[in-house]
């Protein structure tokens, strides 16, 4: 293994460090000119492991000129990683600039960076893209020696990620000689990302370095005091138990798995902040501005702790973090690694973490977790293969920066992994799209992008195209949204624009922290103000929810199945699976247990297929329109992580055939073309492909004109070229991320290997009583919904015969649903709120 040139071991040394050998190993494959994939813990100098070769490259041999690389999925990392970066070229006096590139940087360095590049820029996918896409480019990356990927695995597998790996075979070809390095602490599937870091998609071509194991994290859980609840997923219930653990800490973030819930959680811990101590709050519909300032006062010390969702998951180093709190289900293993390696930061030194289950049915998935974790074992799905309607965006963008044979583009994206068995056929058709439209849009001027010289190069058809493009490159497409605006003051965010739809003046609604009072809206936002009475709201996200892992769902399965793993689990769960075996039966670990039982005048079937919410969504649009046809007069359904529950006019028989895996076949696809997913679907990939654009010089269309327009050509395309390459994008996106086909695939093939156990019970079953407790039902016929809420103490003592240690009052069952029915002390109540509106907001902007 090679050594460190005495500069370098110098600087080393005088931090009392001494490199690590996956270090040393990049700097091995570095100067053996390959590419590597890092796969090393959080806080074992990925970073700097990835930038070393760089580095003293450029202090043996300086030049001018771009030399490294560097893209992160995300702004406010590149920014963290520029200034970690500067320490050692400051303290060894290396002659190397670093910049960042990204859509904050200011438009006078942007166009001096294209003629006078830094040796190191630090940039995003989307800012890669429009790089490439400048006639510039090859220039511009000629001398490109090396290129960077942190956090591969939040890329790969994504459509950020296709144009990532679309945009590396560009540069491979710009550059032949640049190797590429890859780096992750939690990677399920080396191999693929092995391919995604190739520059030929092989994954033997790229080195495999593993750093040493780090220090096992200390994980816990809590659970709140008295009652542990039987449904929700807020957790706020163990808000008094988090609020210690922060007081008691010196820095926390506190994790939770929605916007929504981050908004709850962060309000539910100034409610009980006597002491106002700094806490803050970070999520994706803050303003850059407010992230920003809560990123400084935690980099800074100035928090004692931070409420955060997924904007926090990756790599910003703040060393100084004592403890994680995760509230909710973490979902997923490897996605609960990734937060726990924020505390801490440092290899050696465990992270401690603290997981808090919202409901009796978290209990056993954090359990599974923990368990996962101490076994050193990964989920997460293989990468899927790229969208087409990415290929097309890239397709214009670099006949925007030069003209191109088709032959040789074809080639190229060849060497791109997600692309790596794309057939000519689907790449002919994408391009003939992005040239004309296709068949039936060819008529149409305003689709022709492209055209073919005498010598079969493709050129863009003209600046006003190519400007078009960078207003609109990109791959991320987002829900309609509405600026949230204080009155006379500033932007404090974005809303989704249905959510304001909901709301008349007057009402009150907490967002950024705050409790804001709705006031009007205005053409470009929707205008509040602090304060107001009257319970307030808090703005739901579509899409927000993560779904259970296959993997954490097996896990899950295992345990409820095997009484010989309850002995770690709190004596109010196992008490309730003791219920569950006396009243019913157990899930079992490779088959199918199905209830049916009546209430309230209907009937219900309550199925354990722990497949993950999306996939149970679809599965009860299915199951439903064959009990429709059945004529037993399905009613509604509803889904969460673990269960799929329905309900109907009359008494469910021979279920078996309701769950049999032909219900994949002619019901799939009549639900699918009468669904209006397949619209939204389509919609967004026409976005991205460039059919259909929301920017325009000096305007923008609303989001009811893309909506009119994405429909009239869905209309065209079905009509008169049904096989049209952007048709044939949508059903393959329906039907796997959008839909989880694969999961239900799974679930029914073993349901039959497994066998299905039907119970007919003549009540609610204990483990049934979280799912009709749940909020999100989808209703299929109109009329009035049953008051379940109402309900709840009912359905516990139906569940339990009346048992004492399950007498369970209204409020107690129903607490993390609906917290503002909770009985309250109103004026101290009042006092708390009133110092949440006095301090909250302040500690939200840093």
């Known amino acids: 293994m090679g050594t460190l040139p005495e500069l370098f071991a110098t600087w080393f040394a005088a931090r009392g460090w001494t490199p690590r050998a996956h270090q040393l190993a990049l700097l091995d494959a570095a100067r053996a000119g390959r590419s590597a994939l890092l796969v090393a813990p959080t806080g074992g100098g990925k970073?700097?492991?990835?930038?070393?070769?760089?580095?003293?490259?450029?202090?043996?041999?300086?030049?001018?000129?771009?030399?490294?690389?560097?893209?992160?999925?995300?702004?406010?990392?590149?920014?963290?990683?520029?200034?970690?970066?500067?320490?050692?070229?400051?303290?060894?006096?290396?002659?190397?600039?670093?910049?960042?590139?990204?859509?904050?940087?200011?438009?006078?360095?942007?166009?001096?960076?294209?003629?006078?590049?830094?040796?190191?820029?630090?940039?995003?996918?989307?800012?890669?893209?429009?790089?490439?896409?400048?006639?510039?480019?090859?220039?511009?990356?000629?001398?490109?020696?090396?290129?960077?990927?942190?956090?591969?695995?939040?890329?790969?597998?994504?459509?950020?990620?296709?144009?990532?790996?679309?945009?590396?075979?560009?540069?491979?070809?710009?550059?032949?000689?640049?190797?590429?390095?890859?780096?992750?602490?939690?990677?399920?599937?080396?191999?693929?990302?092995?391919?995604?870091?190739?520059?030929?998609?092989?994954?033997?071509?790229?080195?495999?370095?593993?750093?040493?194991?780090?220090?096992?994290?200390?994980?816990?859980?809590?659970?709140?005091?008295?009652?542990l609840p039987w449904g929700g997923h807020m957790g706020l219930a163990s808000a008094p138990e988090i609020f210690r653990r922060v007081q008691a800490a010196g820095v926390t973030i506190v994790f939770v798995n929605t916007r929504a819930q981050a908004e709850l959680v962060f309000q539910a811990l100034w409610r009980l902040n006597e002491d106002t101590l700094p806490i803050g709050l970070h999520h994706g519909s803050l303003t850059v501005e407010q992230r920003r300032k809560v990123e400084a006062a935690m980099s800074a010390g100035r928090l004692r702790a931070v409420v955060a969702t997924a904007s926090l998951d990756l790599g910003i180093d703040w060393g100084a973090v004592d403890q994680v709190i995760q509230v909710g289900a973490p979902k997923g293993v490897s996605r609960l690694l990734q937060r726990v390696g924020r505390a801490n930061h440092r290899m050696d030194e465990p992270s401690q973490a603290v997981l808090v289950p919202a409901n009796r049915f978290e209990v056993i998935e954090c359990t599974a977790a923990i368990e996962a974790i101490a076994a050193g074992e990964l989920d997460g799905d293989a990468p899927r293969p790229g969208g087409l309607d990415v290929l097309a965006q890239h397709i214009l963008a670099m006949a925007c920066s030069a003209p191109f044979f088709p032959?040789?583009?074809?080639?190229?994206?060849?060497?791109?992994?997600?692309?790596?068995?794309?057939?000519?056929?689907?790449?002919?058709?994408?391009?003939?799209?992005?040239?004309?439209?296709?068949?039936?849009?060819?008529?149409?001027?305003?689709?022709?992008?492209?055209?073919?010289?005498?010598?079969?190069?493709?050129?863009?058809?003209?600046?006003?195209?190519?400007?078009?493009?960078?207003?609109?490159?990109?791959?991320?497409?987002?829900?309609?949204?509405?600026?949230?605006?204080?009155?006379?003051?500033?932007?404090?965010?974005?809303?989704?624009?249905?959510?304001?739809?909901?709301?008349?003046?007057?009402?009150?609604?907490?967002?950024?922290?705050?409790?804001?009072?709705?006031?009007?809206?205005?053409?470009?936002?929707?205008?509040?103000?602090?304060g107001g009475e009257g319970e307030p709201r808090v703005p739901t996200y579509a899409g927000s929810r993560m779904p259970l892992t296959t993997y954490l769902a097996e896990r899950v399965r295992g345990i409820l199945h095997d009484p010989k793993r309850w002995k770690t689990l709190p004596e109010p769960v196992r008490e309730w699976l003791r219920m569950q075996k006396l009243r019913s039966e157990l899930p079992p670990r490779d088959g199918l247990l199905i209830e049916t039982f009546p209430r309230g005048g209907r009937w219900f079937l309550v199925a354990y297929t722990f497949e993950g919410r999306l996939a149970h969504q679809t599965l009860g649009m299915l199951v439903s329109k064959r009990m429709e046809r059945a004529g037993f007069g399905p009613l509604g359904f509803m889904g969460t992580d673990y269960v799929l529950a329905l309900w109907s006019a009359f008494e469910p028989t021979d279920v078996a055939d309701l769950f049999a895996e032909d219900i994949l076949g002619d019901e799939l696809e009549e639900w699918i073309a009468e669904s209006s997913m397949l619209r939204r679907t389509f919609r967004n990939i026409a976005t991205i492909a460039g059919l259909i654009e929301k920017h325009q010089p000096g305007a923008e269309k609303s989001t009811r004109n893309m909506t009119m327009n994405a429909d009239l050509i869905y209309d065209v395309l079905r009509r008169h070229e049904p096989d049209h390459i952007l048709l044939r994008a949508t059903r393959a996106e329906a039907a796997g991320g959008l839909t989880?086909?694969?999961?239900?695939?799974?679930?029914?093939?073993?349901?039959?290997?497994?066998?299905?156990?039907?119970?007919?019970?003549?009540?609610?079953?204990?483990?049934?009583?979280?799912?009709?407790?749940?909020?999100?039902?989808?209703?299929?016929?109109?009329?009035?919904?049953?008051?379940?809420?109402?309900?709840?103490?009912?359905?516990?003592?139906?569940?339990?015969?009346?048992?004492?240690?399950?007498?369970?009052?209204?409020?107690?069952?129903?607490?993390?649903?609906?917290?503002?029915?909770?009985p309250r002390n109103k004026p101290a109540e009042k006092k708390r709120r009133n110092r949440f509106i006095r301090h909250a907001p302040k500690a939200v902007t840093g």
């Open 47 to 227: 970073t700097l492991a990835g930038f070393l070769p760089s580095l003293i490259e450029l202090a043996e041999t300086p030049r001018p000129g771009l030399h490294t690389l560097y893209v992160s999925p995300l702004k406010a990392l590149a920014v963290d990683i520029a200034r970690n970066l500067t320490a050692p070229v400051d303290d060894m006096a290396l002659p190397i600039r670093i910049e960042t590139r990204t859509g904050d940087t200011p438009v006078n360095r942007r166009q001096r960076q294209r003629t006078d590049p830094p040796h190191i820029l630090l940039t995003t996918p989307e800012s890669l893209t429009l790089l490439l896409a400048s006639p510039d480019a090859a220039a511009m990356f000629a001398g490109l020696s090396a290129v960077v990927i942190d956090e591969i695995h939040a890329l790969a597998g994504t459509k950020r990620g296709d144009q990532l790996a679309l945009c590396l075979s560009r540069l491979s070809t710009l550059a032949p000689a640049a190797r590429r390095v890859g780096l992750s602490a939690t990677v399920a599937h080396p191999d693929p990302l092995r391919a995604f870091v190739a520059p030929d998609a092989n994954p033997e071509t790229a080195v495999l370095v593993t750093g040493a194991e780090g220090a096992k994290p200390r994980l816990d859980i809590i659970l709140p005091e008295g009652h």
């Open 407 to 530: 032959d040789d583009l074809y080639a190229e994206i060849l060497r791109a992994a997600p692309y790596a068995a794309l057939t000519r056929r689907d790449f002919d058709d994408t391009l003939r799209f992005v040239e004309d439209g296709g068949y039936a849009l060819r008529a149409y001027d305003r689709f022709r992008k492209l055209f073919r010289d005498a010598e079969g190069r493709m050129h863009v058809q003209g600046t006003a195209v190519a400007r078009q493009l960078r207003m609109n490159l990109g791959t991320i497409v987002e829900t309609p949204l509405l600026k949230v605006r204080l009155r006379g003051g500033p932007m404090l965010g974005e809303v989704e624009e249905w959510f304001i739809s909901t709301l008349t003046p007057g009402d009150c609604f907490i967002f950024a922290g705050q409790v804001l009072k709705y006031e009007r809206l205005d053409p470009t936002a929707c205008i509040v103000s602090r």
């Open 740 to 822: 989880d086909i694969a999961r239900i695939a799974a679930l029914l093939a073993r349901a039959r290997k497994g066998g299905i156990r039907h119970r007919v019970l003549d009540r609610v079953s204990p483990l049934a009583v979280p799912a009709l407790i749940e909020e999100g039902r989808e209703w299929i016929t109109g009329g009035a919904e049953d008051a379940l809420l109402a309900e709840a103490a009912a359905l516990v003592h139906d569940a339990t015969d009346g048992a004492d240690y399950f007498d369970e009052t209204l409020a107690e069952a129903t607490e993390t649903i609906r917290p503002e029915s909770r």
